[in-house]
């Protein structure tokens, strides 16, 4: 199989309010030709870093990286020419209608889509004469990702594409994202929704604090955590709940608690809930909640890190340092 990209031991450093602050530490990471990767982690984890290294905007501070074959600072021109790119915020002329545009974009390249047919393949046809400015965020964002495709590009890059949509809008783009899969092209997600990379990533990495933690297929993640449904609940009562044999429960594979929340990592749900119900009855306390769902990789997160995927500060801003070894 051939790599569509390829990094090897890559560190970003970077001087924040006057310390010395390692973004990425040690990096290593192969995206196969026609796959869909997904990169993901907490805002703040390293991965709009890592993400705009390997698209040629932020330079490393030590490692090695190569895109399509390539190298960024020995063939510029020609990975510009094969890759797409959607940033985290998108700021288009908003005086331009949509055509103007895409054609504006088009021009960047030697060759491509007809910009017509890149609209036609986000479904902004009907909004070809309208102004930016006029467009929802839904419809910025889609004509984003059709500045990024009007190249018809080899590879990519997607930084929080649905970040803020509405959950009609993600679905858009999700369906534009699997139309361009079907051509064979690879797709770099990063995204902080888990359900997002369930749906449309073939593999994904999780990055915690600039280090890949896992690696595997959603589904292959998942497994790992030996077992495949939660039961969560709440009682009325504050005691007592320290005694409880959770964990001797039948088809019980874990027990946490997270903010009051008990949380029982199950095989079995049907045996499970029964006799937690008995065990309650029998030591007098009361639900307040009950609810059971299929494991996800949000649970795989919280499982190797200790904490919820939304507990995150903001990406690391400040100065860089290049030196060799900071």
């Given amino acids: 199989m051939t790599s569509a990209i390829r990094c090897r031991r890559l560190r970003k450093i970077f001087r924040s309010r006057g310390a010395l602050v390692e973004a990425v530490r040690g990096l290593d990471l192969d995206v196969v030709e026609g796959e869909c ?18 698209e040629g905007l932020q330079t490393p501070s030590d490692g090695e990286v190569e895109v399509l074959g390539l190298r960024w600072g020995q063939a510029e021109d020609e990975l510009r020419q094969r890759i797409g790119i959607t940033l985290q915020e998108t700021q288009l002329a908003e005086k331009l209608t949509v055509i103007e545009t895409v054609q504006l974009f088009r021009s960047f390249y030697r060759s491509g889509m007809e910009p017509a047919d890149v609209l036609t393949c986000v479904g902004l046809t009907e909004k070809a004469r309208t102004f930016v400015g006029k467009l929802s965020g839904g419809q910025r964002q889609r004509l984003a990702v059709a500045c990024a495709l009007v190249g018809d590009p080899d590879l990519l ?8 949509l509405d959950p009609q809008s993600r679905r858009q783009l999700w369906e534009i994202l699997r139309g361009f899969r079907r051509k064979g092209k690879t797709i770099l997600l ?9 749906r449309l990533c073939d593999r994904v990495g999780i990055v915690d604090q600039g280090r890949l933690i896992a690696l595997d297929t959603p589904s292959g993640l998942i497994a790992r955590l030996g077992g495949d449904h939660h039961i969560e609940f709440t009682l009325n009562e504050t005691e007592g709940i320290a005694q409880l044999p959770l964990a001797s429960l039948p088809g019980v594979v874990a027990v946490h608690e997270y903010h009051g929340v008990h949380v029982l990592r199950v095989t ?24 059971t769902r299929h494991v996800s990789l ?16 903001d990406e690391i801003e400040g100065d860089e340092i290049q030196q060799e070894g900071a």
């Fill in 190 to 198: 990063t995204t902080h929704y888990m359900d997002e990379a369930e």
């Fill in 157 to 164: 890059f997607l930084d929080e594409p649905t970040t803020g």
């Fill in 298 to 313: 949000e649970d795989v997160f919280v499982a190797l890190t200790g904490r919820n995927i939304s507990e995150a500060g």
């Fill in 37 to 54: 990767f997904g990169l993901l982690g907490p805002n703040g984890a390293g991965k709009t870093t890592t993400i705009e290294i390997l």
């Fill in 268 to 291: 079995a749900p049907h045996q499970t809930v029964p006799a937690l119900l008995r065990l309650l009855h029998e030591r007098h306390l009361s639900l307040s909640r009950l609810s």
